[in-house]
């Protein structure tokens, strides 16, 4: 923490922010009317994110948000994630509580526009990323060094390039004086989940002030906690009931995770399906009892072996230096290290599928009546297959006398849970040299590399070769019908360890010269900056997963297919800002642009631009807007993702008599190969229902544009020192967004719609040469390739409010003579945050609803307000967290009927710090987060009946994971954590 005059002037200098978030206005503007803030003018040129010219002012026509590093400590923070997924301009993307869904990594997801569309920056330069999607892992930056999070809205890829369609978050680094070390420990009121965190750093100047250089070490541990250990998250509530209370075997007194209704259709022990010829009463056969099942819906609980908090440990590494040779030539320097180890957890694999049965290998595992079951059943098949084969038709499949071709559903609770094992080992190194050419001339120049590799051990999967080889008699036979009754034997010779890859860098070499006409100015206003560079960038990444997890032997967690891709861009870019005065009266005009030249065909060179305005009339008030044109480029999984055929259902048009007419749909089916004698005959032109079709990336997409607008007003009134109100409109659309669609989308798009080879909804059909055989079917052997499109479109819009009061009061508690309270309000109001899939589809608008569409609630309302009372050595602190109520996306379901909710209230979360200095070189915080210990209410439980009536955070089959969306709605409950900072 800080003195009280150091704890002032930070809190005065991020009154817009105050150690939590802010919106549109700038902190620094409030200098204007605080005499404890160094004033801009006499600290000299700064660069303010979301522009590169250096400037007297931090005013900017783009809104930005500051969060300030007191946040960090006020809130017993320290992964970054947990600070900004409390901004109102974030939608939580994942985080420590995304198990499943969830990979071990925090991402940040702007607008709610998704994470590839947010661009993180450190020290205003790219951060390194961990996938073939391009994406950075927030728990990568180190916390405790975080000077400022500066978050601009809108898109930014004038001046920062690609990604920044929904924006830019900037996470600025501080350098050390002298020594830091501190640690953190928290734990929940129930005693579990706990956190701990030690860090140090040791900074210094040197050569009389020249040379500055840090260096900093971290070690972090976080306890895994299961869903089971929370009552409300402790059974997988769904929709299957049946119209008939939730039978809970789940307790003590009953066989252990299995009960009626929700959770997985994969149970204990082994079940045919309905159409295997196992039938008795219309219900599943059980055959490890012998007997039919009361219904269907007899399902396993694998809720309570889910993780709700992922474990987590952490090293981190790393420092940064500069050394002022000359006032022309100051070289610097940046490296970084992280070992990050994450593991995910789900319950036993659940195998499903047909497998062929021999009898005579299953025998010893099942009773006299079921095997006579099987010998019927057997007898039926052969029968059917000798009359097939009489008719000249293909014979079945495991039709062979002695084996059955059965579908079959075993969760295989002998190997114990699927545990998925994330390390990866990062570095980053960066190298430049900044300086001055003139007295009104800069440059600034650098290189980065930056490299993750990730090793993944996933432990848990059956073999699905090895699994059907016991049953056909291929190897020794397992009892897979009883509950448990797999020996050791048995599940080593059917499990398999799978190991996946990922190899990411990313190389940046950039230049910028900026600076101002010479003392040339406008009515006396500043002089005219500007900022002219370019920049060159390459980004590679590939998945290499082993033969098993390729080949799709692995049944447990996802089979993967090798990717492999990289890229490379060149560009240019030039920025200019024209203030101009007159009289008390102010006007700033601003434009960018970038030419960015991308290896990639399909895309090639583009063109973003921006321009914006700021007027202050008087002092007191100042307008301001901005319009930006932005674009991503498709990142390396969507471009190149391992391809692997599929045999969808759909209707290929050229098969429907419409095509044999003359018009569009014939010219189109006659360019795509279809001979004209051919076209409308269904039975030539497409033999089957389904239809083969190769699912990977797509090279020919091409990139991503948008078009954001803000305009607002930022209020400091003279009269009222220390009061802040801003307000800005947004609104940011998104078009040719990548999105993957079916097959048969595909083909109503192009066929039936756009009517063009050349359109690139097209490119499936025209794109990568003949697909079809020579009487005009889909040839297995050159398949369309259905990966992703450039098809979506977004729109958000809304207004962010701020406002935000320091002042001083006369009176002290501690007897200092004075005190200060900082009070903050920011908030988002969300108008739209709509989504169309398809040109065609229907507008899907997430604005305060949730749901299997929408995914995670987009609340209509979301602030964040905090109190915070200095006096002295003291620091007291109070935070509100607000969510306004949302309601399900699904007009067609009432999920009430099905133990969930189509309504989550308004939800509300208070927390408490207070922090005390000690001979102003320690510090002690202590904290509570979640006062009122508000969480997901829990579902009834009266011996083994289980039911769901609240109205609460509770979901059913329209949750997201842990029967809510704990990445949203806080999922630990009553949360304390200690902390305490050394300063030398």
């Known amino acids: 923490m800080f003195n009280r005059k150091t704890k002032s002037a930070l809190l005065a200098s991020s009154v817009i922010s105050v150690s939590l978030f802010a919106a549109p206005a700038m902190a620094q503007d409030v200098g204007d009317n605080d005499p404890s803030i160094t004033s801009a003018q006499e600290a000299g040129p700064i660069v303010v994110t979301g522009s590169r010219i250096q400037r007297r002012n931090t005013d900017t026509a783009a809104p930005v948000a500051v969060v300030d590093d007191a946040e960090f400590e006020l809130s017993g923070t320290v992964n970054v994630e947990n600070v900004v997924n409390q901004l109102p301009q974030v939608v939580p993307g994942l985080t420590a509580a995304s198990n499943n869904p969830g990979n071990g990594t925090a991402t940040l997801n702007l607008r709610g526009l998704g994470a590839t569309r947010s661009l993180v920056l450190v020290n205003g330069r790219r951060w390194m990323f961990f996938d073939t999607s391009q994406l950075v892992d927030l728990n990568t930056i180190p916390s405790f060094l975080i000077e400022s999070v500066d978050v601009v809205t809108g898109g930014a890829s004038a001046v920062y390039g690609s990604d920044a369609l929904a924006g830019v978050v900037n996470f600025r680094l501080r350098h050390v004086d002298g020594v830091e070390v ?66 809970q075997f789940g307790s003590s007194t009953m066989p252990a995770l299995r009960f009626n209704a929700p959770g997985s259709t994969v149970v204990n022990g082994t079940t045919f399906a309905l159409g295997s010829g196992l039938v ?104 059917a297959n000798a009359a097939r084969i009489a008719a000249g038709l293909s014979p079945l499949a495991g039709a062979a006398p002695g084996t059955v071709s059965a579908s079959l559903q075993r969760r295989v609770i002998e190997t114990g849970s699927r545990n998925s094992l994330d390390e990866r080992n990062a570095f980053r190194v960066l190298a430049g040299l900044r300086g001055d050419i003139t007295d009104y001339l800069q440059y600034d120049a650098y290189y980065t590399y930056n490299r993750t590799r990730n090793a993944n051990i996933q432990a848990g999967n059956i073999s699905r070769s090895a699994f059907q080889n016991a049953l056909n008699g291929t190897t020794s036979g397992i009892n897979i019908f009883d509950e448990g009754g797999l020996t050791q034997e048995q599940v080593d010779q059917i499990s398999i360890l799978a190991q996946n890859s990922d190899v990411s860098t990313l190389e940046v070499a950039s230049a910028a010269i900026s600076g101002t006409l010479g003392d040339f100015a406008l009515g006396q206003a500043e002089p005219i900056g500007f900022a002219l560079g370019g920049e060159y960038r390459r980004v590679a990444s590939q998945f290499i997963p082993d033969t098993a997890l390729a080949s799709g032997d692995v049944i447990g967690f996802n089979a993967g297919d090798p990717t492999e891709g990289s890229y490379n861009v060149k560009e240019v870019f030039g920025e200019i800002s024209v203030p101009v005065e007159f009289g008390s009266a102010r006007l700033e005009l601003t434009g960018a642009a970038r030419y960015s030249d991308y290896s990639l065909e399909a895309v090639g060179g583009v063109f973003t631009y921006a321009g914006g305005v700021e007027f202050a ?20 999984a969507e471009l190149f993702q391992g391809t692997a055929i599929g045999f969808p259902g759909a209707t290929d048009p050229c098969g429907r008599p419409a095509a044999a007419s003359p018009g569009a749909l014939r010219d189109l089916c006659l360019a795509n190969g279809v001979p004209a004698a051919n076209l409308g005959n269904a039975a030539i032109i497409q033999p089957n229902a389904q239809i083969p079709a190769l699912f990977g990336g797509n090279p020919n997409l091409q990139e991503e544009t948008s078009d954001s607008y803000t305009f607002g007003v930022v209020i400091q009134p003279l009269a009222i020192p220390g009061l802040t109100v801003t307000a800005d409109y947004f609104n940011i659309k998104i078009e040719d967004a990548i999105s993957t669609i079916s097959l048969q989308q595909s083909f109503d798009l192009c066929f039936d719609q756009f009517q063009d080879a050349g359109n690139p909804l097209c490119g499936p059909f025209f794109g990568f040469g003949d697909i079809r055989g020579p009487e005009g079917a889909i040839d297995v052997d050159s398949t369309p390739v259905l990966g992703a499109q450039n098809i979506a479109e977004f729109v958000v819009s809304g207004i962010d409010l701020q406002v935000s ?25 969300t108008e739209e945050s709509s989504f169309l899939a398809t040109p065609d589809s229907d507008l899907l608008d997430c604005a305060g609803v949730f749901g299997t569409a929408c995914g995670q609630p987009t609340p209509t309302f979301k602030w964040t307000a905090r109190a ?13 967290r607000h969510l306004s109520a949302v309601d399900d996306d699904d007009d067609t379901v009432d999920y009430g009927d099905f133990n969930g909710t189509e309504r989550i209230p308004a939800y509300d979360l208070v927390d408490l710090t207070l922090g005390y200095d000690f001979r102003e070189n320690v510090t002690f915080t202590v904290g509570v987060n979640n006062v009122f210990d508000t969480l997901p209410m829990t579902p009834t439980f009266d011996g083994i009946i289980v039911s769901n009536t609240n109205n609460g955070t509770l979901l059913g089959d329209n949750q997201e994971q842990a029967n809510t969306y704990p990445s949203v709605y806080d999922t630990l409950g009553r949360d304390f954590f200690a902390s305490v900072l050394f300063r030398f």
């Open 617 to 636: 009339p008087i002092p007191d008030i100042t307008f301001r807007g901005q319009y930006q044109r932005a674009v991503r480029a498709p990142n390396v």
């Open 182 to 247: 501190g640690a953190q420990y928290s734990i929940t009121d129930r005693g579990d989940a706990d956190r701990y965190e030690i860090h140090g750093a040791l900074g210094t100047d040197f050569a009389d002030g020249r040379g500055k250089a840090t260096v900093f070490g971290e070690y972090y541990s976080r306890d895994p906690l299961f869903q089971g250990d929370r009552a409300f998250s402790n059974f997988a509530l769904g929709g299957e009931s049946f119209g008939e209370p939730l039978q």
């Open 805 to 829: 009061y320091n002042m001083d009061l006369d009176f002290s508690l501690l007897g200092n003579g004075g005190s200060d309270l900082n009070l903050n309000f920011l908030g988002t109001w």
């Open 868 to 880: 915070t009372y200095v006096d002295g050595p003291l620091t007291f602190s109070t935070r509100w």
């Open 280 to 383: 008795i009463d219309d219900a599943i056969f059980d055959v490890g009892s012998g007997a039919a099942r009361a219904r269907a819906g007899d399902t396993y609980n694998y809720a309570p072996v889910n993780y709700l908090q992922i474990p987590q440990e952490r090293y981190l590494l790393g420092g940064y230096a500069e050394y002022e040779i000359t006032d022309w030539a100051v070289p610097y320097a940046e490296v970084a290290f992280v070992n990050n180890r994450v593991a995910t957890e789900l319950a036993a694999t659940p195998v499903t599928g047909t497998f062929d049965v021999n009898l005579a290998a299953v025998q010893p595992f099942v009773s006299t009546a079921v095997f006579q079951q099987l010998q019927t059943l057997d007898a039926r098949e052969t029968a």
